[in-house]
């Protein structure tokens, strides 16, 4: 089975900088999906961004962009210009035809 | 539409009774997710039905039954619980699996389960 290692369990951003979280995997596959999710309080999950793997430039959406390096197997979440709203659990997330697997998730705290 | 809807928000349950999660989607997807959610922890995927037809069950103890009715409705019928199977449930949908590209899964608000 795939493997999905978040090594931060919590982070923490001050308002308006920029913070980035960690995300490694594991896999055999060279046809997958990389994404980050958002858990806020509410517990509603809510997709952040995505990467297809064979794209290698790296996705962005708006203050979001992802750090996307295939040989090494990373996948890092820079969240820019924090806002308040951003603070919620992050999940970064495989996915195959056949797998789909969270990380541990990050805890990202906003500091106003 | 881009909504999953699962009902009911909120079930408490006896050991003994037999209950029923509800999710529902109206975006065409082919591929809808069972997943386990405990507090503090990631969703575990627990079932994948694609095309209405189950694809993957995570080893799943017989006690959780799921049911595709048809493409836009996925059950999650329960039975003789244990505590330890008080959790969020989470429902999500997807374009598709196998043949066609995956896609992002959203996922509907959840079931807050307790078992008594």
């Known amino acids: 089975a795939q493997t999905v290692t978040q090594s931060q369990p919590e982070m923490s951003v001050q308002e308006a900088e920029t913070v980035t979280l960690s995300c490694t995997y594991d896999?055999?596959?060279?046809?997958?999906?990389l994404f980050w999710y958002k858990q806020p309080p509410s517990r509603q999950m809510i997709l952040v961004i995505r990467?297809?793997?064979?794209?290698?430039q790296n996705a962005t959406e708006n203050r979001f962009s992802v750090n996307f390096q295939k040989a090494a197997k990373s996948f890092s979440l820079k969240i820019s210009d924090s806002q308040l709203g951003d603070a919620a659990m992050y999940f970064c997330?495989?996915?195959?035809?056949?797998?789909?697997?969270f990380g541990a998730g990050t805890r990202l705290t906003v500091k106003p | 539409d881009t909504e999953v809807t699962q009902t009911p928000k909120h079930l408490v349950m006896g050991m003994t009774n037999k209950k029923s999660l509800k999710c529902e989607q109206h975006?065409?997807?082919?591929?809808m997710y069972w997943y386990k959610q405990k507090a503090k922890k990631p969703p575990e995927l627990m079932f994948v039905y694609s095309y209405e037809k189950l694809s993957i069950n995570e080893s799943v103890p017989s006690r959780f039954s799921p049911e595709c009715p048809n493409s836009s409705l996925l059950n999650l019928h329960l039975h003789a619980l244990q505590p330890e199977d008080s959790a969020l449930y989470l429902c999500a949908s997807s374009q598709g699996i196998l043949s066609l590209p995956p896609g992002e899964q959203y996922f509907g608000p959840g079931t807050r389960l307790t078992v008594t």
């Open positions: 990467q297809e793997a064979y794209k290698q």
């Open positions: 975006m065409g997807h082919r591929a």
């Open positions: 896999t055999s596959e060279s046809d997958y999906y």
């Open positions: 997330a495989y996915r195959s035809d056949n797998d789909m697997r």
